[in-house]
């Protein structure tokens, strides 16, 4: 059992990553707003949903990676699916899904058309990738930009929209174990596959796991999946409103290591300095090494731009020249790239058994 635990942060810089549509009740009435969560004596939090994030990544692999294989999407009145066939398509193992059976005739020439899987029984698979919301580390002051649109004759006509800066911080996990097994108990949550699928599973010869009930990739075919996760991490492209803002979304900084457990070890080491400012707390972290030393199974892997707080990460750079803990520091496209590498190792095959 071994899961890769994370976080990132996003630098929005002055950005509106995730919107919640128009604002009702504003004095401005085509005013569109941001994600944002109110505490009470506080002030406001602004956020990036995961389901935001997810798409982000999905797209990423997409569009940059050719290998990747992404499941077909099917459209009925106000709901929509995936193939929800996790042999075949990437996005359906690693992201999960939920599917039932469809008797709806208006969908029924595309599914044949694209040849999808037929639906026997209710399946789902909570996804092996786990993310969490992105939320600001610290409350700030969400402001209003007033436009217009002048470029015809007449009055302008003018639109709202809020932004904010600040600096997002995400957990995430991914289950490697999961990655490329697919259950059949039936039992809610745990269906991956219906007899349709175990039927493909067994055509395909996929190792069978009697005991867990459940049918398994080939180990190579698991590792390229996860390996292209990572990657597509590493690349991560995404957010709304970028004609007018234009935030880069990859990380500035990220936490990671291989653990035998799906709790989070690093949640409270990324931390704000008294000046606000997103550091890494080294106390926290010696702590989570020393606590969890019986649970890492790699070494922790700490990604940190350079111009990104550079005074904290010279101090971190210090912490690390007097310690003798297993962690890696580099740029966080470089951490990502070098353990979606560490996954053909062959000493680490048993992250995924």
């Known amino acids: 059992m071994a899961f890769v635990t994370g976080l990132l942060l996003i630098d929005a810089s002055a950005s509106a990553l995730n919107n919640l549509g128009g604002i009702e009740k504003e004095r401005d009435a085509n005013t569109v707003g941001v994600k944002h969560i109110q505490v009470y004596g506080d002030g406001d939090y602004p956020y990036v949903s995961a389901q935001a994030f997810r798409y982000w990544l999905r797209t990423t692999l997409e569009d940059r990676f050719p290998v990747w294989v992404a499941s077909p999407i099917y459209r009925e009145d106000k709901i929509a699916y995936t193939d929800a066939n996790p042999m075949k398509w990437w996005d359906d193992d690693l992201f999960g899904y939920m599917r039932a059976p ?12 694209n040849q999808a899987t037929e639906t026997t029984d209710t399946i789902t698979r909570v996804s092996p990738f786990r993310v969490g919301t992105l939320v600001a580390m610290k409350s ?17 006509v003018p639109h709202v929209h809020q932004f904010y800066r600040a600096t997002l911080k995400g957990l ?3 289950d490697l174990r999961a990655a490329g097994t697919f259950s059949y108990r039936n039992k809610t949550g745990f269906r991956n596959l219906d007899s349709v699928r175990e039927g ?10 009697e005991q867990a009930k459940a049918y398994r990739l080939p180990l190579e075919v698991r590792q390229q999946r996860v390996k292209t996760l990572f990657e597509g991490m590493a690349h991560l492209e995404g957010g709304a409103k970028q004609t007018l803002h234009y935030t880069d979304v990859a ?9 035998k457990g799906g709790n989070h070890i690093f949640n409270h080491v990324v931390t704000t300095t008294d000046r606000g400012k997103p ?15 019986d ?3 790699s070494p922790v892997y700490v990604g940190w731009v350079r111009g990104y707080n550079d005074q904290e990460r010279q101090a971190f750079e210090s912490y690390l020249a007097n310690s003798a803990a297993p962690i890696q520091l580099s740029h966080p496209r470089e951490a990502f790239l070098n353990f979606a590498e560490s996954i053909l190792v062959a000493e680490n095959h048993h992250w995924m058994e």
């Open 172 to 174: 995430w996990s991914l």
């Open 251 to 259: 990380p500035v900084l990220t936490i990671f290591a291989v653990t």
């Open 295 to 297: 649970e890492l199974l």
């Open 140 to 156: 700030v002051k969400i402001v209003k930009d007033f436009g217009t649109m002048s470029r015809h004759e007449g009055d302008p």
């Open 279 to 293: 550091t890494i707390n080294t106390a926290a972290l010696d702590e989570a090494l020393r606590v969890f030393a």
């Open 102 to 113: 469809s008797k709806k005739e208006s969908a029924k020439p595309k599914r044949d058309l």
């Open 200 to 209: 493909l599973a067994k055509q395909q010869q996929l190792e069978h796991l």
